[in-house]
T-cell receptor
Framework: EAGVAQSPRYKIIEKRQSVAFWCNPI?????LYWYQQILGQGPKLLIQ????????DSQLPKDRFSAERLKGVDSTLKIQPAKLEDSAVYLC???????????????FGSGTQLSVL | AQKITQTQPGMFVQEKEAVTLDCTYD???????LFWYKQPSSGEMIFLIY??????QNATEGRYSLNFQKARKSANLVISASQLGDSAMYFC?????????????FGKGTTLSVSS
């Protein structure tokens, strides 16, 4: 079974530029998550989709970040314009069930490491 | 307030020894789940073990076990017989409640270094 796919693996941009990350979850997984992991810290949820609807985007900086999940499968996370503090690893994860159950585990991709100069 | 607290930034252990990684959590929900993930230098988060709030037995998965003390709100990970490949970041995480749309909340992690 293929895992969660993310691209690109690395991205270096200058501040005020825009960048986009792509995620393809495990086939059949209804829920998709984007997490931001700053160096030395744990992952922080940015946005959660269930199928193609947003469940939680309360921690997404909406003035510069946007995300979509087309047809309930692939997802794209965009930053425009980027700031220095956006330097982090962006992790995509997916889980199987449409309705979260307490024991439902997340499967993660390898992440996109973003450096903003 | 922190929902998940991992107080050990780094731990050092020798091969074949056991090690305990600490995790305390804060929730007012009766139903919740606790997870441990491993993150090697490659970056991918790997699921290790799960404990439900109503589970009476401590969870075990191979060399991993979870020391669950509900009254103290702690969920420590025990790795027995450490191996060099166990060197990685370890994250404790929690999901609160049963309702749809609850993501995992992660702690800051503990770096484990295993030496020969």
């Amino acid at each position: 079974e293929a895992g969660v796919a993310q691209s690109p693996r690395y991205k270096i941009i200058e501040k005020r530029q825009s960048v986009a990350f792509w995620c393809n979850p495990i086939s059949g997984h209804a829920t998709l998550y984007w997490y931001q992991q700053i160096l030395g810290q744990g992952p922080k949820l940015l946005i959660q989709f269930q199928n193609n609807g947003v469940v939680d985007d309360s921690q997404l900086p909406k003035d510069r970040f946007s995300a979509e999940r087309l047809k309930g499968v692939d997802s794209t996370l965009k930053i425009q314009p980027a700031k220095l503090e956006d330097s982090a690893v962006y992790l995509c994860a997916s889980s199987f069930r449409a309705a979260a159950a307490t024991n439902e585990k997340l499967f993660f991709g390898s992440g996109t490491q973003l450096s903003v100069l | 307030a922190q929902k998940i607290t991992q107080t050990q930034p780094g731990m050092f252990v020798q091969e074949k020894e056991a090690v305990t990684l600490d995790c305390t959590y804060d929730t007012s929900d009766q139903s919740y789940g606790l997870f441990w993930y491993k993150q090697p230098s490659s970056g991918e988060m790997i699921f290790l073990i799960y404990q439900g709030s109503y589970d009476e037995q401590n969870a075990t998965e191979g060399r991993y076990s979870l020391n669950f003390q509900k009254a103290r709100k702690s969920a420590n990970l025990v790795i027995s017989a450490s191996q060099l490949g166990d060197s990685a970041m370890y994250f404790c995480a929690m999901r609160e409640g049963w309702q749809a749309g609850t993501a995992l909340i992660f702690g800051k992690g503990t770096t484990l270094s295993v030496s020969s």
